[in-house]
């Protein structure tokens, strides 16, 4: 037994004229178009919202860590070797502990790199000194913080600055 649901007759002319007519309709859907651009244009509106609310949050990134001097940090080039006393901030201003400093030449020459990982004071050596015909140069200082935390080091540092003298 067939079910009722089962069509055994061919279609009548009137669907397949009713098929051809779609077929052949080159008409458009009015006012789809413009509906389109409105959903698009509030859809990001909403979502522009939405990630501004939740780039306001700002617990989940890293924090940046800089280098604040306790004394000055200029040094003339006759007073090298030299400590000076600094402490590593986050951007609150709290200190922070267990980061390792490294200091490298910038305008100023250095042999070697001078890094400190338990003090905090860094010693200048004895070797920095300035190029021919320059009567300031530059010491860079770079932080490392602990590998499991999440702070950075991305922006610069202040500078030891070395002077002739």
Same mark, same amino acid.
């Given at each position: 037994?067939?079910?009722?649901? &089962?069509? &055994?007759?061919?279609?009548?002319?009137? *669907? *397949?004229?009713? !098929?051809?007519?779609?077929?052949?309709?080159?008409?458009?859907?009015?006012? !789809?178009?413009?509906?389109?651009?409105?959903?698009?244009?509030?859809?990001?509106?909403?979502?522009?919202?939405?990630?501004?609310?939740?780039?306001?949050?700002?617990? @989940?990134?890293?924090?940046?860590?800089?280098?604040?001097?306790?004394?000055?940090?200029?040094?003339? /080039?006759?007073? !090298?070797?030299?400590?000076?006393? @600094?402490?590593?901030?986050?951007?609150?201003?709290?200190?922070?502990?267990? @980061? *390792?400093?490294?200091? *490298?030449?910038?305008?100023?020459?250095?042999?070697?790199?001078?890094?400190?990982?338990?003090?905090? /004071?860094?010693?200048?050596?004895?070797?920095?000194? !300035?190029?021919?015909?320059?009567?300031?140069? /530059?010491?860079?200082?770079?932080?490392?913080?602990?590998?499991?935390?999440?702070?950075?080091?991305?922006?610069?540092?202040?500078?030891?600055?070395?002077?002739?003298?």
């Amino acid at each position: 037994m067939r079910s009722p649901l &089962t069509r &055994t007759e061919p279609p009548s002319e009137r *669907t *397949t004229d009713r !098929l051809q007519s779609l077929e052949s309709d080159d008409r458009a859907i009015e006012g !789809l178009p413009i509906r389109l651009v409105i959903a698009l244009v509030v859809g990001i509106a909403a979502l522009s919202v939405m990630m501004n609310m939740l780039g306001g949050v700002g617990e @989940f990134g890293d924090t940046e860590v800089t280098i604040e001097w306790e004394d000055d940090h200029v040094v003339q /080039t006759g007073d !090298l070797a030299e400590s000076l006393s @600094f402490s590593v901030v986050d951007e609150e201003g709290n200190e922070l502990e267990e @980061f *390792t400093v490294i200091l *490298t030449a910038g305008s100023a020459q250095l042999d070697d790199p001078v890094h400190v990982s338990d003090t905090n /004071t860094i010693t200048v050596p004895d070797d920095a000194d !300035l190029r021919r015909d320059q009567d300031t140069g /530059t010491l860079e200082v770079e932080i490392v913080p602990p590998s499991n935390s999440n702070y950075v080091d991305e922006r610069s540092n202040p500078e030891i600055v070395l002077i002739d003298g």
